[in-house]
T-cell receptor, first 116, second 115 residues
Framework: AQTVTQSQPEMSVQEAETVTLSCTYDTSESDYYLFWYKQPPSRQMILVIR??????QNATENRFSVNFQKAAKSFSLKISDSQLGDAAMYFCAYRSAWGGSEKLVFGKGTKLTVNP | DTGVSQDPRHKITKRGQNVTFRCDPI?????LYWYRQTLGQGPEFLTYFQNEAQLEKSRLLSDRFSAERPKGSFSTLEIQRTEQGDSAMYLC?????????????FGPGTRLTVL
């Protein structure tokens, strides 16, 4: 079974600075998808960024980018120019690709605090 | 798209009672998922539907849990004889099979408290 590990329960960053959230995963599959979701306090979970394992190029969405290291099974999220609205729980998630389970497997999350 | 909606947002019940939650997916999304999230944890998969067919169920989905999606649109999740351990946030998500990554979009959740 696949597992996702987020080793940083909490992180903090100063407004306008850069922060990196870590995620590692364990799988025997060669094709899969990885996601970062953001869950603000008392608000619903929204997708931040996604990465297809077959793509070598790291995904980027505005201030959010990932460092995908397939051999190391690592998928970190970098947030540049942090804003107060970035404060939230961040969850890393894994999903199998063709022929595997459709479920998302989540890590336990990292609580990000942004200090003004 | 209006987004995934869930009803009710909060439910308080006494142990032993039955509860039912509803999820309305994004229109034209043919896949619908249920997850459970306890405090301090990431969401855990419960079950998923493609159209009206329930294609996968987690071992977390005990006999007291049942989910339906009768017409391939909205879904209900029923918990019978609730226990205090059922207290959690129940999240619904939907996706469209045609998308290459089949991204799941989440609703606001139903927070269940069992007294």
């Amino acid at each position: 079974a696949q597992t996702v590990t987020q080793s940083q329960p909490e992180m903090s960053v100063q407004e306008a600075e850069t922060v990196t959230l870590s995620c590692t995963y364990d799988t025997s599959e060669s094709d899969y998808y990885l996601f970062w979701y953001k869950q603000p306090p008392s608000r619903q979970m929204i997708l931040v960024i996604r990465q297809e394992a077959y793509k070598q190029q790291n995904a980027t969405e505005n201030r959010f980018s990932v460092n995908f290291q397939k051999a190391a099974k690592s998928f970190s999220l970098k947030i540049s120019d942090s804003q107060l609205g970035d404060a939230a729980m961040y969850f890393c998630a894994y999903r199998s690709a063709w022929g595997g389970s459709e479920k998302l497997v989540f890590g336990k999350g990292t609580k990000l605090t942004v200090n003004p | 798209d209006t987004g995934v909606s869930q009803d009710p947002r909060h439910k308080i019940t006494k142990r032993g009672q039955n509860v039912t939650f509803r999820c309305d997916p994004i229109s034209e999304h043919n896949r619908l998922y249920w997850y459970r999230q306890t405090l301090g944890q990431g969401p855990e998969f419960l079950t998923y539907f493609q159209n009206e067919a329930q294609l996968e169920k987690s071992r977390l989905l005990s006999d007291r849990f049942s989910a339906e999606r009768p017409k391939g649109s909205f879904s209900t999740l029923e918990i019978q004889r609730t226990e205090q351990g059922d207290s959690a946030m129940y999240l619904c998500a939907s996706s469209r099979l045609a998308e290459s990554t089949d991204t799941q979009y989440f609703g606001p959740g139903t927070r269940l408290t069992v007294l």
